[in-house]
């Protein structure tokens, strides 16, 4: 279907380099969802090798539309969002705070 | 050509008059819903209760003489990505599934204070990635126009619940088209705002620099009227525009005499040849109506693609990450947190959404940024440059919304590039921050309907709306 890429990109997409990137985006993927996964980037990355022909080297980049400015407001108290309502969409909490599984693997719940 | 259903602008009359009231003109909607939403399934939720109620509250106001809103009693839809304080807002995703924010988003207070009623929650691809609304995972939603159709997407849902006579008007939101394409395949108004114009206050996000909300409707004037309410200036969106909402709907009868309308004179491959004869019909029409023709060139334009897809799958990376099993919606529970992260994301996300964020992660990473991500934003800087130039030969430009008509269910979603390729007309709007909107002009292949679009420099609006209501008058 696709060809692989050329001149100054990178070179073709991995399946090791796939799994680093599940890791790095806290997926866990099954090893056929990584297989496809590896397909399916690479065609894409092939594709996205077009702007490769690009002379880019004198063009600044354009992150935002217009330009972004901190915004401030005046410093008064406003009600802030309801700590119980909040605490109610969680899929757990525990005396005002939200409840989450020891971060360090001590052990199975 | 006639409308199959009341408009926004004379639903809010008639009501206004006393010619019918808003539980009247709510019951006719929720008749349209129970008949045929099985069949279509534009809805995540009918929030029947809540509209009845608000209906009620809007005749009590009138009967009792209390000034109402612009659009007092009028039943619309909003896409299931705008928080809605109490009332489940899920982006058709199961990592959201049950989620109940705990506030409105401004556009949807703004609605509420115009006196709008709700009538639900509207389908959608997954976090509004997608151009087909196959993506979600509550199912498919069809096109009311032919069943056997996608509706576009990825506010599909929304585009479905207007085509279909569910709602008056509803909301969408436009990452890279997904207002103007399924406005487009289902025959509708759909409008993309100057990016700032409307508040993304509330709207989940999706790509930051690129999302903006707008509206579908079957007419320009309803649509001037909904841009009216939910735009201006809001100061909880630290990207929201200082300058106040420019009247729309004193404008649509300026005609478009003297305007200079761009024509792009290498028009990319793939389109079908009723969709470019439309154009033609088009161009006719605005010259036909006082408008010169100008042709006009995006030598950048075939790259926006890349751009787009490099741009708004980083973005998404990073607003995804909020995803976790924390603090909203479904937990998957393992030993430990890093575990329950990455359970609870694969078992909550779907197939585009996990592609989007493998993606942009990939196009972030360390050794990857400058040759992907890097890129794109100079490819978007390009583009940029490229209407700057345009514009100085023209006032708006003419594309198609879409290079075809709607297309079976099924058809493009073996290969993601192929369901990428739809949005070609309508992502370098949002890289550049410009207006655009999609406007219906007559029928393509297997009768189903064309969008014009008409594309308009940031803050162009009252430009843009005008050449859209005299393609209407024309159509």
Not at chain 1, 86 to 92: C, D, H
Not at chain 2, 105 to 132: C, H, I, P, W, Y
Not at chain 2, 202 to 226: K, N, R, W, Y
Request: glycine share 8%.
């Amino acid at each position: 279907m696709s060809t692989p890429s050329s001149g100054s990109s990178p070179a073709r997409i991995t399946s090791e380099v796939v799994a680093k990137v599940a890791k790095l985006s806290s997926l866990h993927l099954s090893d056929d969802e990584l297989a496809l996964m590896t397909t399916q980037l690479s065609g894409m990355l092939d594709h996205f090798a077009d702007i490769d022909k690009l002379d880019l080297s004198n063009v600044a980049p354009l992150a935002q539309p217009f330009p972004l400015k901190n915004v401030f407001r005046e410093d008064v108290v406003v009600a802030g969002l309801d700590r119980d309502e909040v605490l109610a969409a969680a899929p757990a909490a525990e005396d005002g705070r939200f409840r989450v599984p020891p971060s360090l693997g001590l052990g199975e719940q | 050509m006639t409308k199959p259903f009341a408009t926004v602008v004379d639903i809010a009359a008639d009501i206004a008059a006393g010619k019918t009231s808003a539980v009247e003109v709510l019951e006719q909607h929720l008749a349209r819903i129970t008949e045929r939403e099985s069949d279509i399934h534009a809805f995540n939720l009918v929030t029947t209760e809540q509209a009845r109620a608000t209906a009620q509250q809007v005749d009590a106001d009138i009967k009792a003489g209390k000034p109402v809103g612009p659009l007092a009693g009028v039943p619309v839809a909003l896409k299931d990505n705008m928080c809605t304080r109490g009332i489940e807002t899920t982006c058709s995703s199961k990592i959201l599934e049950g989620w109940k924010p705990p506030y409105d988003a401004t556009v949807v207070t703004r609605l509420q204070q115009a006196g709008a009623v709700m009538v639900g929650k509207t389908n959608l691809d997954e976090f509004a990635m997608g151009s087909s609304t196959e993506n979600s995972a509550f199912g498919p939603t069809k096109n009311p126009l032919d069943t056997s159709r996608v509706p576009g997407g990825s506010s599909g849902g929304s585009a479905a619940a207007v085509a279909a006579g569910f709602a008056a008007a509803s909301l969408g939101s436009d990452t890279g088209g997904s207002i103007r394409q399924p406005a487009s395949l289902c025959g509708l108004v759909g409008v993309k705002p100057t990016y700032g114009l409307v508040s993304r206050q509330g709207i989940v996000a999706f790509a930051s620099s690129l999302d903006q909300v707008g509206p579908f409707t079957h007419t320009v004037a309803d649509a001037a009227l909904m841009m009216e309410v939910i735009g201006g200036h809001d100061p909880l969106d630290s990207t929201s525009l200082p300058q106040p909402m420019p009247s729309l709907t004193s404008v649509l009868g300026q005609g478009v005499k003297g305007m200079r309308i761009g024509r792009l004179a290498d028009m990319p491959d793939g389109c079908e040849p009723e969709v470019l004869a439309r154009m033609d019909a088009a161009y006719v029409a605005l010259q036909a109506a006082g408008a010169t023709i100008v042709d006009i060139a995006l030598p950048s334009l075939s790259y926006c693609l890349t751009a787009y897809y490099l741009v708004a799958p980083a973005e998404a990376s990073s607003n995804l990450a909020r995803y976790d099993g924390v603090r909203y919606g479904m937990r998957v529970e393992t030993g430990d947190l890093h575990s329950m992260y990455g359970a609870t994301r694969a078992a909550g996300f779907g197939a585009e959404v996990k592609r989007r964020i493998m993606l942009g992660t990939y196009a972030l990473s360390a050794g990857y940024f400058d040759a992907y991500y890097g890129k794109a934003l100079k490819v978007r800087r390009l583009i940029a440059n490229d209407f700057a130039a345009a514009y100085e030969k023209c006032d708006v430009i003419l594309t198609p919304t879409s290079p075809t008509v709607a297309f079976p269910l099924g058809d493009k979603t073996s290969d993601p590039l192929t369901m990428y390729l739809c949005d070609i007309f309508t992502i370098p709007t949002n890289l550049a921050g410009h207006a655009a909107m999609s406007v219906p002009f007559g029928t393509g292949a297997h009768n189903m309907p064309v969008g014009v679009q008409v594309l308009a420099p940031a803050l162009g609006e009252q430009t843009m709306f005008r050449v859209a209501a005299e393609l209407e008058r024309a159509s």
